[in-house]
């Protein structure tokens, strides 16, 4: 017998202070890397190969994370290569947000043969396993930046359209959206009046999360080589190139494996966080 | 006489600090039907729960003491709690459909408590059943019981409900709004089926309901309640013919009567509630939690 | 001016039937309501009554028009409705409200009360003065002027269905549905509303369809009354003669299961 009128707590979670605090690192490094940068990230000295981090024997002041195998400074690789992440992130996640909850709000509200006709193509579109599609796609599109963001997009616009229809299907079926229509309102007005403003802490939350997504698979398509030219450094390049020395300096694998583990986390903590704490109604 | 059921003097309340059980006492004599009338808020389903040993775990008993046939429940292990409440008393619920497993037929639900809570021979147990679903006026046992929980309609249901909380021949039944959930029609027939099964087999109710009209027909004694407080303890017949309390009468006069429309659906008054506002700071100023065994 | 504002001949509406759905292919059809004729008074309240799945609710979302009829003749004040497309129903729509049973589903959560009853006014030209307009819809139902800043969850049940009425009511229409609108409320609160909505239907003049599955109710608000089981209705007429000789077997067994708030040892065994 809860009080159901009561406030949600308004104290600041800890979860959604230390991953936005994360974040904002990662986004200040990226957007200020030349600056925030000790050392040009593909500058090679052969004199400075395999530097392990500052607190072992053998470290160069200056060199806070080390050396990989030929000389470059790892902590400035990881920092040029959180732009290209956080590029991809938002580019890839926001395009796949765009494109699925549209297509989910018109299956969720309208029914009928749009949702049928869009609900197919979604379960068709999931039955290609990811990763091999993402690979197809960028051989197609050739590899840069840009068919990167594309290959995300196009795979992962399919978590949003289910998600997000699913969550319209039953605002739709509430009263409120029923007396819309008696107040007259016209459909495509009751959709994102009534419908859209309910699941668009959904859609937040989801958004963060396939930001989080959209850092992997940019990292897993660098690993096998597939994303941006080599020559810029990128985590899931660093992860693939550390994992060739893993014996002789394993830094070069571990740090960027932290930074894509703690960024993938902080982006889904982070939706979650967001989402209760300004969500005002209690489901 | 020893009571079937002795709650004395029952507090609770939220992690808050907020209070939702002030003090409440009550008993339900053998064989008898003790209805527990109030309306949303007031603890009439928690004293039900607490009975049950089935309270949510964020309310906490700060006080008093639940005896069910003399077993004092603050008292006994958690296992023999269970144990205890398991073999004297059961429960009638107020939504058919959601205390059944809607994935599970419905004979092995009805029999389930008989054959691993009380360790009947499953034999045993299935005749007990439908002997209980016989007395229920249902005809074709066999096909109810082979049925899943949607392929009954809400009245088949609630009978079905009916004769597994009787089949442990408990002593105590708690019955909680039973026939909130069902038509008007149903509603009549199911307290029939109640008030009947309850005088064949003596068994004690404990009956939970926000409906005036409900309590002058099943009951013998009654129990009102308002914010987790009784304010008016009586027979049953008394309570109707010369109500102590205003906030009964204002309850009776809010009921809607169709013999005398004019004189019913009145709003109740507001100097009620605040005389109601006002016992109740009264009895929280002198209450200190004090000596009751707090049980999680 | 015709005597009735709501004139139904024939009325059946069918819809699909999801529990048969087969795999492929599209669900049967079944008729909730098998073609009914009353009419609905003007400046009246008519009850109508049934039990669960009797109809009730389905028939007065076609006098609305959230669904569409599949055969008959639905006239409201002497204009055929039945199957005017949303686009044509639009400008009616200010003339035919609806108060819910469920306030807190029909009050959107993310909405301000305010912005709520607002938004049909101003969908209606009346956008000029909205606060002053917001604050007079919600004394009229008896709540405070600074309600219009709160959100659902910081109602209670009874103050959440006054803001139903008041935003059903803002538009001043002819027509109002109210759906078993105090089901879910506490008796006192119950009485509260009915007797608001007593109140305002007399003071406004309005056409109200009460729909309801307790006859006690029924008695007090309803000049007329309709039962209805099964999809059809089983008797019709003025509430008083209604309850003084019940003609149908069926009206009588609806009045005799009303267990009345007083002591009578052979209700239960009778009937």
Request: proline letters at 6%.
């Amino acid at each position: 017998m809860a009080d159901a009128r009561a406030l949600p707590g308004r104290r600041l979670d800890a979860r959604l202070i230390l991953a936005g605090a994360w974040l904002a690192i990662v986004l200040i490094a990226a957007i200020f890397a030349p600056l925030v940068a000790p050392h040009d990230p593909l500058m090679q000295d052969l004199m400075l190969e395999r530097l392990p981090p500052f607190w072992m024997p053998g470290s160069e002041p200056g060199f806070w994370l080390g050396t990989d195998s030929l000389g470059r400074d790892l902590l400035s690789r990881l920092i040029f290569g959180a732009r290209i992440a956080l590029i991809v992130a938002f580019a890839a996640a926001i395009a796949a947000c765009v494109v699925g909850s549209t297509l989910g709000l018109i299956a969720g509200y309208f029914g009928g043969w749009p949702d049928r006709i869009i609900s197919r193509i979604v379960d068709i579109w999931m039955a290609f396993p990811p990763v091999l599609f993402a690979i197809l796609l960028v051989a197609v599109f050739g590899t840069g930046l840009m068919s990167v963001i594309i290959a995300i997009a196009v795979i992962d616009w399919t978590r949003f359209c289910r998600v997000i229809r699913a969550e319209a299907m039953s605002q739709s079926r509430m009263d409120y959206v029923e007396n819309a229509r008696i107040a007259g309102f016209g459909r495509f007005r009751i959709m994102i009046s009534e419908v859209l403003s309910n699941v668009l802490p959904s859609i937040v939350a989801l958004l963060s999360l396939e930001m989080g997504i959209a850092v992997i698979v940019e990292a897993i398509l660098s690993f096998v080589n597939l994303s941006i030219s080599s020559d810029d450094p990128t985590w899931g390049g660093i992860i693939a190139e550390g994992r060739l020395s893993i014996h002789q300096a394993w830094w070069v694998l571990v740090f960027p494996l932290i930074a894509l583990f703690l960024t993938v986390l902080s982006f889904s903590q982070f939706g979650e966080g967001l989402k209760s704490r300004f969500d005002p109604v209690l489901r | 006489m020893s009571a079937c059921l002795d709650i004395s003097n029952l507090s609770a309340r939220l992690p808050s600090g907020q209070r939702v059980l002030r003090s409440v006492s009550l008993t339900v004599q053998p064989g008898e039907v003790r209805a527990l009338v109030g309306e949303s808020g007031a603890g009439k389903s928690m004293i039900g729960k607490a009975v049950l040993g089935v309270l949510p775990p964020s309310v906490r008993i700060v006080e008093g003491s639940i005896h069910l046939e003399g077993a004092d429940l603050g008292q006994l292990s958690a296992k023999e709690r269970r144990r205890v409440i398991g073999a004297k008393a059961a429960l009638i619920p107020q939504d058919p459909l959601t205390a059944l497993n809607p994935s599970r037929r419905v004979g092995p639900q009805m029999t389930d408590r008989l054959i691993h809570i009380l360790g009947w021979a499953a034999d045993k147990a299935d005749r007990r059943v439908r002997q209980l679903l016989d007395e229920v006026h249902i005809r074709e046992p066999d096909r109810v019981m082979r049925s899943y929980p949607h392929e009954l309609s809400g009245g088949m249901r609630q009978r079905v409900l009916i004769a597994a909380a009787f089949a442990s021949e408990p002593r105590l039944i708690v019955a909680d709004e039973p026939t909130t959930a069902l038509d008007v029609t149903v509603q009549k027939q199911i307290l029939r089926l109640i008030a009947q099964l309850q005088q064949e087999h003596g068994t004690a109710i404990l009956f939970v309901t926000h409906d005036l009209g409900v309590v002058a027909k099943i009951s013998q004694r009654v129990t009102v309640l308002y914010a987790g407080k009784v304010v008016e303890e009586a027979d049953t017949p008394a309570l109707f013919a010369d109500p102590q309390h205003a906030y009964t009468r204002a309850l009776m006069a809010a009921t809607p009567k169709y013999t005398d429309p004019m004189a019913s659906l009145m709003p109740v008054d507001d100097t009620v509630l605040a005389g109601l506002a006002a016992e109740i700071a009264v009895a929280d100023h002198d209450w200190k939690p004090g000596g009751g065994t707090g049980r999680g | 001016m015709a005597e009735n504002l709501f004139k139904v001949s024939g009325l059946k509406v069918a819809l699909p039937d999801m529990t048969k759905k087969p795999v492929i292919g599209s669900a049967p059809m079944v008729e909730i309501l098998k073609g009914l004729d009353f009419e609905l008074p003007r400046h009246s309240v008519t009850g109508i009554v049934g039990e669960s799945g009797s109809g009730k609710s389905t028939l007065g979302r076609a006098l609305v028009r959230l669904i569409e009829p599949s055969a008959g003749k639905v006239l409201f004040d002497g204009r055929d409705i039945t199957h005017l497309p949303e686009t044509e129903l639009r400008p009616l729509r200010r003339n035919l409200q609806m108060i819910f049973q469920d306030p807190m589903s029909s009050l959107n959560p993310r909405r301000t009360i305010g912005a709520i009853i607002a938004a049909p006014l101003k969908l209606n030209g009346l956008g000029d003065n909205i606060s002053q307009r917001v604050a007079e819809a919600l004394k009229r139902v008896g709540l405070p002027e600074n309600f219009a800043k709160r959100y659902r969850h910081e109602l209670s049940g009874g103050q959440r269905q006054r803001v139903g009425i008041a935003r059903a009511l803002a538009l001043s229409p002819n027509f109002v549905l109210a759906d078993e609108i105090v089901s879910g409320l506490d008796v006192s609160t119950q009485a509260q509303i009915l007797t608001l909505l007593e109140r305002l239907a007399d003071e406004m003049g309005l056409t109200v369809a009460f729909i309801s599955h307790d006859l006690s109710v029924i008695r007090r608000l309803c000049r007329q009354t309709i039962v209805m089981r099964h999809g059809e209705i089983v008797e019709q007429g003025p509430t008083d003669a209604l309850f003084a000789d019940p003609q149908h077997a069926y009206t009588r067994d609806l009045i005799a299961a009303i267990p009345l708030p007083e002591i009578d040892a052979n209700w239960l065994k009778a009937g």
